[in-house]
């Protein structure tokens, strides 16, 4: 391919390649008006790397194939799948890449049918897996052209895999036409391993010699620079445009003497359009009428589709074909595709109004009887008009299907929003609706409201109905409409109880968590403590019930042992319970007990059942309990992560009224890492978006906002905010001093404000209800808070006492916490040794957990104690990366590197990398001394 004037572009792309190839995964866009090369650059360098050794994936995006789920991810992804041989292609797609074989045609799969809140995360992240393992044998170079034009399941799995890459031999060069202001590709631009090429005009010096090679190719003596002038003039240096007139020259449809007038540089996109559909004018009848079917099509494997569409026979096909090839029109590759979608779009426009939805009909049934996709098929059919042939909502309804069990409800919403413009029977129309409703709750909640409000009434299935049901009371949650929720379930109840007691149950459960999370003062904790007593968790119904049940019990303070006692006869036991929403209160609940290790593990499984079925819990529960399980371990870089993966699969904007649980969570976070920029911003945002109604959710709010306004020194009014929302909570009975602390931060608060009586009255309440909950995690953070009211001495023996409470629990942000204050009143009273090593080990501690503002506090404490204080360790355990850290703790676990890789979404080789690390700064020699090693006092560990 001869490319003029993109030596420098060229330089970059191959730069970026060796760095990629290095195990730094990189990225470039090729962004620029249509016709300026994007696609001859990135074609001749995919070319070039493929013959230096990369995997060359690569996909086209247009218009047409828009509406496929996954369509450039499957463009990438079939070609070099399906030339794998069966043990290869398993091992591929063992463990968590599994999802990802769904959706691709040439690989055989089997599995469970998904369930109704289908979300595309597992494949999303079946796909980043796929990728990796491909990279782990060879460099991959992904290149997507016109990437503006994907679908939007395959835009979200670029956005992923580049937010997820971490030292992998990957290269993703996408191409965008534009300068890309208002797309979705913009945020990558700004990405640190991001570099954006925008190939610029050709110069005249360039013009010139694109003609002298195509004169030299005709034989023909060497251009006047005359004519360069001109074609540099009228084409304003476009390459595509350029090419345009050589090849109308070549054909004798210009003359070099009438280049001299035009506007092409004005408006080159309209023009070049009008100049070729006036030079397709000049070809033949079948030809023209071959190009605009392939047109319709957008590509085809051999000419035999398009030329059948056009009405031509075979052979008739075959030669048109042989004419556009000669022409230049197609792209040198062995199935039919436009050279550029600019001829696309010249010959689409003979294509409008009624004509095209029936072109595109006929498209749809010749495809369908050619044993095309259904992706294939209904990308034609939802662009028809209604019809009387039930073939059409048959095909658009198993369409919809099959774009649930890839993982993709907006392209199911699309099929079944079609499928109701034909003429359906009654209970047919009823189906489509509540199948229309399930699809939108997850992108669309005020549609799937309007979907799920219309149909629920004239389902008559008692199963249908509580499925709908519970989908219904999610999104009227989510669009701010959750006071109906309550005489929703009330009245189906009434319906459905004498139906199936199971149904009843699961329907119990609903309304009993809508009640507890969206009610006011009203919560029957007697009447949850008789059915708690009552039913024994045997069956999924009752587990439905245990599960707020126990949440309830958590969240009112009742003891830590009774709340684990009950969450356990209430976790989910079936796949369909590990895959749905109401167990997560219950994980939750045995999670702030400070059984993290059995509730990390069944959010683990819950995970593991989503990735096989598809089916993901609302991004208000799996995800961020297990924020709250991260939290709780102290592992804040985890808990970022959990946002971030939130923020990916769900962008905030759509969460609705749901969002106030996990933005509240990171904001929690932002708090104890010392961030408060970040947290100021957050909580102005939660502030604002928050309910005004009084309830559990906007109280638990307010205090997190609270804190934050502390951290910025609005200290009176962050805590009139917190006593505010702390004393509605203790009013409406949530006593629980691990979820909702407000008494022992209100007492720091007075504390430094210098209110000791205020103080010692919160910190006094706060030991009390810590005694009832009966964790190590509460006693200690109330004795910490009561020595800091109490001051002197004795106050100082309490820091001491609140230290040996937490040391020995999970709490290790809590203990940093409480170092932290120990060795600040030890300094005060001329305790400097001990102060040094209190404030060594609380830095330690700190910087395990990711807590920077309490490792920069301790730091200005040994300073102050008389030490030097380092930045950072090369050696020892407090030399470890968090990444390492974690790593470290799973090797030492006993698991196998395998293991761990999938356990954390890495790569074995990122796993072997981290543990070499970690046996050079630990100085041992493998993983046999890792335990002992990581076991060590933190003042030993330190050094």
Known sequence: MDLFEREDEMAVLEREARLAAGGQPRVVLVEGAAGMGRTSLVEEFARRAGRDGALVLHARCDDMERGVPFGVV??????????????????????PAEPARRVLSTVPHTGAAPAHDDDPLPVLHGFHWLTLRIAAVTPVVLVVDDAQLADDLSLRWIHYLIRKLTRSRVLVVLTRRGDGTSDTLTPL??????????????????????????????????????????CHRLTGGNPLLLRALVMALESGRAEAAALSSGELPKRTTFLYAEFLADWLAGLGARTREFAVALALLGESDDAGTPARLAGLDDAQGYLAEGQLRGLGLLAPSRELRWAHPLVREALGRDL??????????????????????????????????????????????????????QGAPESAARCLRRALAEPLSPEERTTVRMRLGLAESHLRPAAAVRQLTRVIDDVTEPSSKATVAGVLCAVLTRVGRGGEVVPLLDRLADELTPADREISLRLQGLRIGNVLLSGTKNIPREELERMAQELSGRTPGERSVLAPCALAAALSGFPADHVAALAQ??????????????????????????????????????????????????????????????????RLDDATRSWEELSAQLPPGQWGALRAAPMAVQLTVLNERGDTEAAVRMAAELIATAPREADYLSSYVRFQCARAQVAQGNTRDGLDLMLSA????????????????????????????????????LAEEAREHAGRWGTARA????????????????????????????????????????????????????????????????????????????????RRGLRAAGARPRTRRATGTTALTEGERRVADRAAAGETNRAIAERLHLTTRTVETHLSAVYRKLGISGRGELHQTLAAPASERAG
Not at 74 to 95: M, N, S, T, Y
Not at 201 to 222: F, I, Q, R
Not at 614 to 629: E, F, M, N, Q, Y
Not at 785 to 793: D, I, K, R, V
């Open 74 to 95: 499957r463009q990438l992804f079939e070609p070099v799948v399906a030339d794998w041989a069966p043990e290869r292609a398993e091992k591929a797609f063992a463990g």
């Open 352 to 405: 409008g109004g009624p004509r095209r939805a029936e072109r595109h009909a006929e498209a749809a049934r010749l495809l369908f009887d050619d044993g095309a996709s259904l992706e294939e098929v209904c990308a034609h059919l939802v662009q028809t008009e209604p019809s009387t042939d039930p073939w059409v909502a048959r095909t658009l309804i198993a369409a919809a299907d099959q774009a649930a069990r």
């Open 569 to 634: 006869r209430a976790l989910p036991q079936t796949p369909e319970e590990l895959a749905g929403h109401l167990g997560q209160g219950a994980v939750f609940a045995l999670a702030v007990t400070d059984r993290l290790d059995a509730a990390g593990r069944h959010c683990d499984a819950a995970f593991r059942e989503a990735q096989r079925t598809h089916a993901l819990p609302g991004p208000a529960d799996l995800v961020d309990t297990r924020s709250v399980i991260t939290l709780l371990a102290g």
């Open 189 to 230: 631009s700004l990405a640190a391993n991001c570099r954006t090429l925008r190939p610029e005009p050709l110069t005249e010096k360039g013009v010139a010699d694109l003609l002298a090679h195509a004169w030299a190719h005709m034989g023909a003596h060497e251009p006047a620079p005359e004519l360069a002038r001109s």
């Open 779 to 858: 006693l200690g953070t109330a004795l910490h808070a009561l020595g800091a009211s109490t001051g002197g001495g004795r106050g100082m023996e309490l820091l001491h006492e609140a230290v040996e409470v937490l040391k020995p629990s999970p709490a290790r942000l809590e203990l940093a916490n409480a170092l932290l204050g120990l060795g600040a009143a030890q300094t005060r009273h001329g305790r400097l040794a001990a102060a040094r090593v209190t404030f060594t080990d609380c830095l330690v501690e700190a910087e395990r957990c990711g807590a920077l503002g309490v490792a920069g506090a301790a």
């Open 726 to 761: 702390g004393r509605w909570l203790a009013a409406a009975g949530f006593e629980n001093p691990v979820i909702l602390p407000w008494r022992t931060v209100a007492a720091h608060v007075h504390a430094e404000l210098g209110e000791h009586r205020a103080a010692l009255e």
